[in-house]
């Protein structure tokens, strides 16, 4: 066993990245908002560690959808490779997609991927991930849960969240609040953000009693917040693991207008 941990330890040594940091199932829209005639929204998803910029981690999509009014359609996906890190020649998959808006209302759109084993920390795991985008000013059931596994519900307009406000969700595994449970937090670094230590790369918050929780956002970007549940074990190789089931939302805090301080 101690043989495992100091080769885990090595390896994310090797990859530049520590093996304690989060792992992010990245579902985001190429805008939150539609109005006029641009309809199309275009998604992208993939595994990684966002803080960190890296590494891309390979997975495959079970389901996906999306939630508008009560009703649900399918998502198709057309797949990408890209390099696992940015200098790696190893590829994993991520994937795309076009999305027509045809009506008014808010769009939930989710993924539930297939578990993903972990071999550093020896679990398999699962993120069961939603996003939200709004269609011409109707902005009707954002709050409300749409059924899934594992799903963090907002209790703050998705879509419509300033950077400094607090973001407040509920967490729910199998349609029943979670209780003290760790809500791990990390922000899509795409502007190459500097950390003063490791420890800052994930944020950590819990739920309370009732599965509430809430993490005011520092600064403006794309935001991921992943509650980690427990989703029972899973066999490999002839031994069992167990299976982190994660429910997670991103969501995009806007920057402060000019002036305001």
């Known amino acids: 066993m101690v043989k495992k941990v100091i080769a885990g330890v090595i390896g994310g040594l090797l990859l530049g990245f520590s093996t304690a940091q989060a792992h992010f199932l990245l579902l985001k829209p190429d805008k939150i908002f539609v109005e006029g005639n641009r309809r199309n929204v275009r998604l992208i998803a993939k595994f990684t560690h966002p803080m960190e910029r890296g590494p891309n981690m390979d997975f495959s999509i079970i389901k996906s959808g999306v939630f508008i009014r009560g009703k649900k359609e399918v998502l198709k996906w057309k797949t990408r490779w890209i390099r696992a890190m940015k200098k790696s020649s190893h590829k994993v998959r991520m994937y795309f997609t076009n999305y027509k ?15 993903y084993f972990e071999p550093a920390e020896e679990k398999f795991i699962q993120q069961i991930t939603k996003v939200y985008v709004e ?22 307009k998705p879509f419509a969240i300033w950077e400094g406000n607090t973001f ?50 520092p600064w403006a970007g794309w935001w991921g917040f992943s509650a980690l549940g427990d989703g ?30």
């Open 101 to 115: 808006i045809k009506r008014p209302g808010v769009y939930q759109f989710f993924i539930v991927p297939a578990p």
């Open 232 to 261: 029972g074990t899973l066999e490999k190789n002839g031994k069992k693991y167990p299976v982190e089931l994660d429910a997670v939302i991103w969501v995009k805090a806007y920057p402060r207008p000019r002036g305001v301080k």
């Open 135 to 156: 269609a011409f000013g109707m902005e009707e059931d954002w709050d409300k849960p749409i059924g899934l596994k594992a799903e963090i519900v907002p209790l703050i």
């Open 168 to 217: 407040r969700g509920r967490v729910y595994f199998n349609g029943k609040p979670a209780r003290n449970i760790e809500v791990e937090v990390e922000y899509l670094n795409t502007r190459g953000v500097k950390v003063p230590a490791d420890s800052f790369i994930t944020q950590v918050v819990k739920t309370d009693e009732n599965g509430y929780f809430e993490y005011t956002i």
